[in-house]
Protein backbone atom coordinates (compact mmCIF):
# COMPACT_ATOMS: atom_id res chain seq x y z
CA UNK A 1 0.00 0.00 0.00
CA UNK A 2 1.36 3.48 -1.19
CA UNK A 3 1.36 5.78 1.72
CA UNK A 4 0.91 9.53 1.71
CA UNK A 5 4.10 10.41 2.90
CA UNK A 6 5.51 8.05 -0.64
CA UNK A 7 2.95 9.74 -2.69
CA UNK A 8 4.45 13.01 -1.57
CA UNK A 9 7.87 12.07 -2.26
CA UNK A 10 7.07 10.24 -5.53
CA UNK A 11 5.59 14.01 -6.47
CA UNK A 12 8.68 15.56 -5.61
CA UNK A 13 10.71 16.30 -8.10
CA UNK A 14 15.16 15.97 -8.43
CA UNK A 15 16.67 18.85 -7.12
CA UNK A 16 18.24 18.87 -11.19
CA UNK A 17 14.51 19.48 -12.26
CA UNK A 18 14.29 21.94 -10.48
CA UNK A 19 17.12 23.80 -11.45
CA UNK A 20 16.77 22.93 -15.26
CA UNK A 21 12.84 24.78 -14.74
CA UNK A 22 14.18 27.57 -13.17
CA UNK A 23 16.39 28.44 -16.17
CA UNK A 24 13.88 28.05 -18.60
CA UNK A 25 11.62 29.84 -16.56
CA UNK A 26 14.12 33.04 -16.10
CA UNK A 27 14.95 32.82 -19.66
CA UNK A 28 11.74 32.69 -20.57
CA UNK A 29 11.29 35.72 -18.43
CA UNK A 30 14.31 37.81 -19.59
CA UNK A 31 14.10 37.41 -22.74
CA UNK A 32 10.46 37.23 -23.79
CA UNK A 33 8.61 39.92 -25.09
CA UNK A 34 5.83 38.95 -23.71
CA UNK A 35 4.34 40.84 -21.00
CA UNK A 36 4.17 38.25 -18.75
CA UNK A 37 3.82 38.78 -14.37
CA UNK A 38 3.00 36.56 -11.47
CA UNK A 39 1.39 38.15 -8.47
CA UNK A 40 0.40 36.27 -5.08
CA UNK A 41 -3.30 36.08 -3.98
CA UNK A 42 -2.72 39.72 -2.61
CA UNK A 43 -2.14 40.48 -6.22
CA UNK A 44 1.71 41.47 -4.93
CA UNK A 45 4.34 40.89 -7.53
CA UNK A 46 6.18 37.74 -7.73
CA UNK A 47 7.94 37.78 -11.13
CA UNK A 48 7.65 40.42 -14.17
CA UNK A 49 8.99 39.53 -17.60
CA UNK A 50 11.73 41.98 -18.97
CA UNK A 51 8.58 42.87 -21.74
CA UNK A 52 6.72 43.65 -19.08
CA UNK A 53 9.13 45.89 -16.93
CA UNK A 54 9.64 47.58 -21.12
CA UNK A 55 6.39 48.13 -20.94
CA UNK A 56 4.77 49.48 -18.22
CA UNK A 57 7.32 49.98 -15.38
CA UNK A 58 10.56 51.83 -17.77
CA UNK A 59 13.77 52.12 -15.53
CA UNK A 60 12.72 49.89 -12.77
CA UNK A 61 14.00 46.18 -12.35
CA UNK A 62 11.89 43.12 -11.28
CA UNK A 63 13.79 43.60 -8.01
CA UNK A 64 12.28 46.30 -7.15
CA UNK A 65 8.96 45.69 -7.77
CA UNK A 66 8.78 42.27 -5.82
CA UNK A 67 6.16 42.48 -2.98
CA UNK A 68 4.79 45.82 -4.65
CA UNK A 69 1.51 45.86 -6.26
CA UNK A 70 -0.41 47.35 -9.12
CA UNK A 71 -1.02 50.73 -7.23
CA UNK A 72 2.71 51.53 -7.07
CA UNK A 73 2.63 51.15 -10.78
CA UNK A 74 -0.71 51.81 -12.59
CA UNK A 75 -3.31 54.81 -12.22
CA UNK A 76 -5.51 53.65 -9.16
CA UNK A 77 -8.41 53.24 -11.41
CA UNK A 78 -6.05 50.50 -13.90
CA UNK A 79 -4.88 48.90 -10.63
CA UNK A 80 -8.26 48.58 -9.04
CA UNK A 81 -10.00 46.96 -11.94
CA UNK A 82 -6.66 44.49 -11.80
CA UNK A 83 -7.07 43.75 -8.57
CA UNK A 84 -10.62 42.56 -9.11
CA UNK A 85 -10.25 41.01 -12.26
CA UNK A 86 -7.81 38.72 -10.15
CA UNK A 87 -9.45 38.30 -7.08
CA UNK A 88 -12.32 37.15 -8.43
CA UNK A 89 -10.22 34.42 -10.63
CA UNK A 90 -8.71 33.80 -7.48
CA UNK A 91 -12.14 33.25 -6.03
CA UNK A 92 -13.05 31.46 -8.87
CA UNK A 93 -10.69 29.82 -10.10
CA UNK A 94 -11.95 31.12 -13.79
CA UNK A 95 -9.19 32.56 -16.14
CA UNK A 96 -9.63 35.68 -18.17
CA UNK A 97 -8.93 34.52 -22.12
CA UNK A 98 -7.76 36.76 -24.47
CA UNK A 99 -9.70 39.55 -23.48
CA UNK A 100 -8.91 42.86 -25.59
CA UNK A 101 -8.54 46.60 -24.19
CA UNK A 102 -7.34 49.51 -24.81
CA UNK A 103 -4.81 51.18 -22.28
CA UNK A 104 -4.14 54.71 -22.05
CA UNK A 105 -1.31 56.34 -20.20
CA UNK A 106 -0.63 59.26 -19.74
CA UNK A 107 2.55 60.74 -22.49
CA UNK A 108 2.27 57.41 -24.17
CA UNK A 109 0.14 56.74 -27.26
CA UNK A 110 -2.99 54.62 -26.56
CA UNK A 111 -1.96 50.56 -27.45
CA UNK A 112 -4.54 47.87 -27.79
CA UNK A 113 -3.40 44.26 -25.65
CA UNK A 114 -4.68 41.00 -25.67
CA UNK A 115 -4.70 39.71 -21.83
CA UNK A 116 -5.01 36.05 -20.57
CA UNK A 117 -4.87 36.07 -16.80
CA UNK A 118 -5.08 32.75 -15.21
CA UNK A 119 -4.81 31.03 -11.35
CA UNK A 120 -1.24 30.33 -10.37
CA UNK A 121 -1.63 26.82 -8.85
CA UNK A 122 0.91 24.95 -6.30
CA UNK A 123 1.27 21.62 -6.99
CA UNK A 124 -1.55 20.41 -4.66
CA UNK A 125 -3.89 22.17 -7.01
CA UNK A 126 -4.32 25.47 -4.41
CA UNK A 127 -4.52 28.54 -5.93
CA UNK A 128 -1.59 30.63 -4.66
CA UNK A 129 -2.01 33.81 -6.76
CA UNK A 130 -2.47 34.35 -10.10
CA UNK A 131 -0.29 35.23 -13.51
CA UNK A 132 -0.97 36.78 -16.29
CA UNK A 133 0.67 37.40 -19.62
CA UNK A 134 -0.57 40.43 -22.22
CA UNK A 135 0.38 41.06 -25.50
CA UNK A 136 0.31 44.23 -27.61
CA UNK A 137 -2.20 43.41 -30.46
CA UNK A 138 -2.15 47.32 -31.78
CA UNK A 139 -1.39 46.30 -35.54
CA UNK A 140 -3.85 43.77 -35.62
CA UNK A 141 -6.53 45.83 -34.44
CA UNK A 142 -5.71 48.88 -36.75
CA UNK A 143 -5.30 46.46 -39.77
CA UNK A 144 -9.10 44.81 -38.54
CA UNK A 145 -10.19 47.78 -38.03
CA UNK A 146 -8.99 49.25 -41.60
CA UNK A 147 -10.13 45.91 -43.37
CA UNK A 148 -13.93 46.83 -41.78
CA UNK A 149 -13.80 50.21 -42.85
CA UNK A 150 -12.57 49.07 -46.31
CA UNK A 151 -15.23 46.46 -46.54
CA UNK A 152 -17.92 49.01 -45.45
CA UNK A 153 -16.64 51.93 -48.27
CA UNK A 154 -16.66 48.40 -50.54
CA UNK A 155 -20.42 47.88 -49.65
CA UNK A 156 -21.71 51.26 -49.87
CA UNK A 157 -19.79 51.35 -53.23
CA UNK A 158 -21.34 48.42 -54.08
CA UNK A 159 -24.60 49.60 -52.87
CA UNK A 160 -24.49 53.02 -54.78
CA UNK A 161 -23.56 50.79 -57.66
CA UNK A 162 -26.58 49.04 -57.74
CA UNK A 163 -28.47 52.17 -57.72
CA UNK A 164 -27.11 53.84 -60.34
CA UNK A 165 -27.25 50.33 -62.40
CA UNK A 166 -31.08 50.93 -61.33
CA UNK A 167 -31.00 54.30 -62.62
CA UNK A 168 -29.41 53.41 -66.10
CA UNK A 169 -32.08 50.61 -66.80
CA UNK A 170 -35.08 53.38 -66.25
CA UNK A 171 -33.21 55.67 -67.85
CA UNK A 172 -32.36 53.46 -70.82
CA UNK A 173 -36.17 52.72 -70.61
CA UNK A 174 -37.81 56.18 -70.92
CA UNK A 175 -35.13 57.36 -73.66
CA UNK A 176 -36.25 54.24 -75.64
CA UNK A 177 -39.99 55.16 -75.36
CA UNK A 178 -39.03 58.97 -75.65
CA UNK A 179 -37.46 57.74 -79.51
CA UNK A 180 -39.86 55.13 -80.25
CA UNK A 181 -42.89 57.74 -79.79
CA UNK A 182 -41.61 60.25 -82.91
CA UNK A 183 -39.63 57.46 -84.61
CA UNK A 184 -43.34 55.16 -85.10
CA UNK A 185 -44.85 58.69 -86.43
CA UNK A 186 -42.35 59.22 -88.53
CA UNK A 187 -42.33 55.59 -90.23
CA UNK A 188 -46.34 55.28 -90.39
CA UNK A 189 -46.23 58.31 -91.98
CA UNK A 190 -43.40 57.79 -94.86
CA UNK A 191 -45.69 54.67 -95.56
CA UNK A 192 -48.84 56.84 -95.86
CA UNK A 193 -46.97 59.30 -98.20
CA UNK A 194 -45.92 56.73 -100.22
CA UNK A 195 -49.47 55.55 -100.85
CA UNK A 196 -50.43 56.22 -104.55
CA UNK A 197 -54.17 57.01 -103.43
CA UNK A 198 -52.74 59.70 -100.75
CA UNK A 199 -53.96 63.04 -102.26
CA UNK A 200 -51.79 66.04 -102.32
CA UNK A 201 -53.23 68.01 -99.43
CA UNK A 202 -52.82 65.00 -97.39
CA UNK A 203 -49.47 64.60 -98.36
CA UNK A 204 -48.44 67.74 -97.54
CA UNK A 205 -49.89 67.32 -94.12
CA UNK A 206 -47.89 63.85 -93.79
CA UNK A 207 -44.92 66.18 -94.39
CA UNK A 208 -45.28 68.29 -92.04
CA UNK A 209 -45.90 65.51 -89.36
CA UNK A 210 -42.54 63.50 -90.27
CA UNK A 211 -40.64 67.12 -90.13
CA UNK A 212 -42.26 68.09 -86.50
CA UNK A 213 -41.64 64.64 -85.24
CA UNK A 214 -38.06 64.53 -86.86
CA UNK A 215 -37.85 67.84 -85.37
CA UNK A 216 -38.27 66.10 -81.84
CA UNK A 217 -36.00 63.52 -82.27
CA UNK A 218 -33.36 65.82 -82.83
CA UNK A 219 -33.84 67.88 -80.07
CA UNK A 220 -34.01 65.08 -77.96
CA UNK A 221 -31.41 63.41 -79.24
CA UNK A 222 -29.41 67.21 -78.66
CA UNK A 223 -30.74 67.20 -75.05
CA UNK A 224 -29.30 63.55 -74.55
CA UNK A 225 -25.93 64.27 -75.68
CA UNK A 226 -25.97 67.53 -73.70
CA UNK A 227 -27.13 65.96 -70.01
CA UNK A 228 -24.62 63.20 -71.22
CA UNK A 229 -22.06 65.60 -70.92
CA UNK A 230 -22.70 67.46 -67.63
CA UNK A 231 -23.38 64.27 -65.98
CA UNK A 232 -19.79 63.10 -66.67
CA UNK A 233 -18.66 66.99 -65.70
CA UNK A 234 -17.77 67.26 -69.06
CA UNK A 235 -19.98 70.74 -69.28
CA UNK A 236 -17.58 73.76 -69.49
CA UNK A 237 -18.37 77.23 -69.21
CA UNK A 238 -17.30 79.92 -71.04
CA UNK A 239 -17.38 83.13 -68.50
CA UNK A 240 -17.39 86.16 -70.17
CA UNK A 241 -18.70 89.24 -69.41
CA UNK A 242 -21.80 89.84 -71.34
CA UNK A 243 -25.49 91.58 -71.26
CA UNK A 244 -28.04 89.76 -69.93
CA UNK A 245 -30.25 92.01 -71.00
CA UNK A 246 -29.09 91.08 -74.95
CA UNK A 247 -28.95 87.74 -74.49
CA UNK A 248 -33.42 88.05 -72.87
CA UNK A 249 -33.89 90.10 -76.06
CA UNK A 250 -32.59 87.48 -78.51
CA UNK A 251 -34.33 84.35 -77.04
CA UNK A 252 -37.62 86.50 -77.10
CA UNK A 253 -36.65 86.80 -80.63
CA UNK A 254 -36.60 83.15 -81.18
CA UNK A 255 -39.88 82.13 -79.37
CA UNK A 256 -41.81 85.28 -80.69
CA UNK A 257 -43.41 83.32 -83.72
CA UNK A 258 -44.70 80.23 -81.08
CA UNK A 259 -45.88 82.67 -78.88
CA UNK A 260 -47.65 84.40 -81.51
CA UNK A 261 -48.90 81.27 -82.94
CA UNK A 262 -50.44 80.63 -79.86
CA UNK A 263 -51.62 84.22 -78.86
CA UNK A 264 -49.69 84.53 -75.69
CA UNK A 265 -48.13 88.03 -75.11
CA UNK A 266 -44.33 87.79 -75.07
CA UNK A 267 -42.90 91.00 -73.12
CA UNK A 268 -39.61 91.89 -71.94
CA UNK A 269 -38.58 94.89 -68.82
CA UNK A 270 -34.98 95.57 -68.11
CA UNK A 271 -33.99 96.91 -65.18
CA UNK A 272 -29.92 98.52 -64.95
CA UNK A 273 -27.59 95.33 -64.77
CA UNK A 274 -23.91 95.14 -64.90
CA UNK A 275 -22.52 93.09 -67.24
CA UNK A 276 -22.19 89.66 -65.89
CA UNK A 277 -19.64 86.75 -66.52
CA UNK A 278 -21.39 84.33 -67.99
CA UNK A 279 -21.38 81.49 -71.29
CA UNK A 280 -23.56 83.62 -72.91
CA UNK A 281 -24.40 80.11 -75.34
CA UNK A 282 -25.44 78.63 -72.44
CA UNK A 283 -27.34 81.32 -70.68
CA UNK A 284 -29.45 81.12 -74.14
CA UNK A 285 -30.18 77.48 -74.23
CA UNK A 286 -31.28 78.26 -70.09
CA UNK A 287 -33.41 81.28 -71.03
CA UNK A 288 -35.00 79.75 -74.35
CA UNK A 289 -36.13 76.35 -72.25
CA UNK A 290 -37.86 78.33 -69.33
CA UNK A 291 -39.76 80.15 -71.88
CA UNK A 292 -40.61 77.71 -74.53
CA UNK A 293 -41.97 76.45 -71.06
CA UNK A 294 -43.86 79.66 -69.72
CA UNK A 295 -45.59 79.64 -73.35
CA UNK A 296 -46.52 75.97 -73.99
CA UNK A 297 -48.07 75.84 -70.39
CA UNK A 298 -49.67 78.90 -71.16
CA UNK A 299 -52.98 78.99 -72.79
CA UNK A 300 -54.19 81.49 -75.54
CA UNK A 301 -54.38 84.62 -74.18
CA UNK A 302 -52.34 84.35 -71.88
CA UNK A 303 -49.12 86.31 -70.58
CA UNK A 304 -45.33 86.02 -70.63
CA UNK A 305 -43.05 88.26 -69.05
CA UNK A 306 -39.04 87.86 -68.94
CA UNK A 307 -37.33 90.78 -66.24
CA UNK A 308 -33.28 91.14 -66.02
CA UNK A 309 -32.45 92.98 -63.26
CA UNK A 310 -30.42 92.77 -59.95
CA UNK A 311 -30.61 92.20 -56.76
CA UNK A 312 -27.62 92.96 -53.91
CA UNK A 313 -24.53 90.93 -55.84
CA UNK A 314 -26.60 88.76 -58.08
CA UNK A 315 -28.30 89.15 -61.53
CA UNK A 316 -31.86 87.86 -61.48
CA UNK A 317 -33.65 86.42 -64.41
CA UNK A 318 -37.02 86.15 -64.03
CA UNK A 319 -39.81 84.12 -66.70
CA UNK A 320 -43.45 84.33 -65.01
CA UNK A 321 -46.37 83.17 -66.91
CA UNK A 322 -49.83 83.17 -66.68
CA UNK A 323 -50.63 79.67 -67.50
CA UNK A 324 -51.37 76.40 -65.68
CA UNK A 325 -49.50 76.27 -62.79
CA UNK A 326 -47.21 73.54 -61.03
CA UNK A 327 -49.08 71.17 -58.74
CA UNK A 328 -47.41 72.15 -55.18
CA UNK A 329 -46.45 68.25 -55.09
CA UNK A 330 -45.03 68.70 -58.07
CA UNK A 331 -42.61 71.64 -57.48
CA UNK A 332 -39.23 69.61 -56.11
CA UNK A 333 -39.27 67.08 -59.00
CA UNK A 334 -40.08 69.12 -62.56
CA UNK A 335 -36.11 69.48 -62.22
CA UNK A 336 -35.66 66.19 -62.38
CA UNK A 337 -34.84 64.26 -65.85
CA UNK A 338 -37.88 63.11 -67.52
CA UNK A 339 -40.66 64.00 -64.72
CA UNK A 340 -43.55 66.23 -66.34
CA UNK A 341 -46.67 67.16 -64.02
CA UNK A 342 -49.48 64.80 -64.50
CA UNK A 343 -51.68 68.14 -65.21
CA UNK A 344 -49.27 68.63 -68.30
CA UNK A 345 -49.37 64.75 -69.75
CA UNK A 346 -53.35 64.53 -69.46
CA UNK A 347 -53.58 67.59 -71.66
CA UNK A 348 -51.98 65.78 -74.25
CA UNK A 349 -48.85 69.18 -73.86
CA UNK A 350 -45.60 67.97 -75.71
CA UNK A 351 -42.29 67.22 -74.26
CA UNK A 352 -39.48 64.95 -72.96
CA UNK A 353 -39.17 66.09 -69.18
CA UNK A 354 -35.11 67.15 -69.91
CA UNK A 355 -35.67 71.09 -70.65
CA UNK A 356 -35.56 72.00 -66.44
CA UNK A 357 -32.69 69.33 -65.71
CA UNK A 358 -30.64 71.18 -68.58
CA UNK A 359 -31.66 74.44 -67.06
CA UNK A 360 -30.90 73.75 -63.56
CA UNK A 361 -27.27 71.96 -64.66
CA UNK A 362 -26.49 75.63 -66.60
CA UNK A 363 -27.62 77.01 -63.44
CA UNK A 364 -25.30 74.94 -61.62
CA UNK A 365 -21.86 75.50 -63.52
CA UNK A 366 -22.28 78.94 -63.24
CA UNK A 367 -22.42 78.14 -59.22
CA UNK A 368 -25.99 80.16 -59.51
CA UNK A 369 -29.44 79.28 -57.93
CA UNK A 370 -32.70 78.18 -59.79
CA UNK A 371 -36.27 78.57 -58.22
CA UNK A 372 -39.99 78.52 -58.69
CA UNK A 373 -43.15 79.80 -57.32
CA UNK A 374 -46.30 78.67 -58.78
CA UNK A 375 -50.27 78.75 -58.28
CA UNK A 376 -52.34 76.09 -59.86
CA UNK A 377 -54.33 77.44 -62.64
CA UNK A 378 -52.80 81.21 -61.94
CA UNK A 379 -49.22 80.68 -63.72
CA UNK A 380 -45.56 80.10 -62.34
CA UNK A 381 -42.65 82.32 -61.91
CA UNK A 382 -39.14 81.03 -62.51
CA UNK A 383 -36.09 82.87 -61.13
CA UNK A 384 -32.74 82.41 -61.87
CA UNK A 385 -29.99 84.16 -59.55
CA UNK A 386 -26.33 84.90 -61.27
CA UNK A 387 -23.01 86.24 -59.71
CA UNK A 388 -22.33 89.60 -60.79
CA UNK A 389 -18.52 88.45 -59.84
CA UNK A 390 -16.22 85.90 -61.41
CA UNK A 391 -15.74 83.89 -57.73
CA UNK A 392 -12.20 85.33 -56.75
CA UNK A 393 -9.90 81.56 -57.21
CA UNK A 394 -8.90 79.79 -53.93
CA UNK A 395 -11.79 81.69 -51.84
CA UNK A 396 -14.01 79.21 -51.07
CA UNK A 397 -17.64 80.53 -52.12
N1 LIG B 1 -43.93 77.38 -66.92
C1 LIG B 1 -44.46 76.21 -66.52
N2 LIG B 1 -45.76 76.12 -66.19
C2 LIG B 1 -46.30 74.94 -65.78
N3 LIG B 1 -45.61 73.81 -65.67
C3 LIG B 1 -44.30 73.84 -65.97
C4 LIG B 1 -43.66 75.04 -66.40
N4 LIG B 1 -42.36 74.75 -66.62
C5 LIG B 1 -42.21 73.45 -66.35
N5 LIG B 1 -43.37 72.88 -65.95
C6 LIG B 1 -43.58 71.51 -65.52
O1 LIG B 1 -42.33 70.89 -65.33
C7 LIG B 1 -42.17 69.77 -66.19
C8 LIG B 1 -40.73 69.64 -66.63
O2 LIG B 1 -40.36 70.71 -67.48
P1 LIG B 1 -39.26 70.46 -68.58
O3 LIG B 1 -38.99 71.70 -69.30
O4 LIG B 1 -38.11 69.75 -67.94
O5 LIG B 1 -39.95 69.36 -69.51
P2 LIG B 1 -40.94 69.55 -70.74
O6 LIG B 1 -41.11 70.96 -71.09
O7 LIG B 1 -42.15 68.77 -70.39
O8 LIG B 1 -40.14 68.77 -71.87
P3 LIG B 1 -38.86 69.31 -72.69
O9 LIG B 1 -38.46 70.61 -72.08
O10 LIG B 1 -37.84 68.25 -72.47
O11 LIG B 1 -39.33 69.40 -74.06
C9 LIG B 1 -43.13 70.05 -67.31
O12 LIG B 1 -43.50 68.86 -67.98
C10 LIG B 1 -44.28 70.67 -66.56
O13 LIG B 1 -45.03 69.66 -65.90
MG1 LIG C 1 -39.44 72.23 -71.35
Known amino acids: MVTARQRHQGRQKSEAQLALELTCMSN ?31 GRTAEDLIGKTDFDVFSEHHASAAFADEQMIIKTGEPIVGRVELETFAGRPDTWVSTTKMPLRDE ?15 AQIRAEKALADQAEQLSAQNERLRELDGMKDEFIGMVSHELRTPLTSIVGYVKLLRDKRTSERDASEYAEVIQRNSQRLLRLVEDLLFLSETHTG ?35 STAAVPRVPVDATRIAQLLGNLISNAVKFTPQGGKVEVRVGAEGDRAVLAVADTGVGIPAADREQIFERFFRSATVTRALIPGTGLGLTIARDIVTAHNGTITVESEEGRGSTFKVWLPLELPVPGVPG
Open 28 to 58: LLSTSEERVCFKDRLSRFLLVSTGWLAAYAP
Open 124 to 138: DGQIIGTFGISRDVT
Open 234 to 268: KMAVELRSADLAEIAASAIREMRPEAERKNVGLTL
